[in-house]
């Protein structure tokens, strides 16, 4: 079973942009589908994108053409790169791991976009 644990998170202005990172322990990193999802203060948890062992992805409405999810299969690690982050970004994010058999998920952290 994987671990992961994210960072990264913080206070950015809004515009602004931050590198979510999430690293993945334990062995075939690369049979995982990734994800981050992300819970604002009274609301459900929500997809934002996903990767898949061959590299296809998937973005929620909402952040297209602001965030773009990477993996480095080499480093276990997956990235989010936030861009022109909004008021409404605000939320803890998660990093999620899923392949046939399992799912698992980390602590989550913290991105507020204020002012």
């Known amino acids: 079973q994987v671990q992961l644990v994210e960072s990264g998170g913080g206070l950015v202005q809004p515009g602004g942009s931050l590198r979510l990172s999430c690293a993945v322990s334990g062995s075939s990193f690369n049979l995982y589908t990734m994800g981050w999802y992300r819970q604002a203060p009274g609301k459900q948890r929500e997809l934002v994108a996903t990767?898949?062992?061959?590299?296809?992805?998937d973005y929620a409405d909402s952040v297209k053409g602001r965030f773009t999810i990477s993996r480095n299969n080499a480093k276990n690690t997956v990235y989010l790169q936030m861009s022109s982050l909004k008021s409404e970004d605000t939320a803890v994010y998660y990093c999620n791991a899923r392949n046939r058999l399992s799912e698992v998920w980390g602590q989550g952290t913290l991105v507020t976009v204020s002012s």
């Open positions: 990767i898949t062992t061959i590299g296809s992805l």
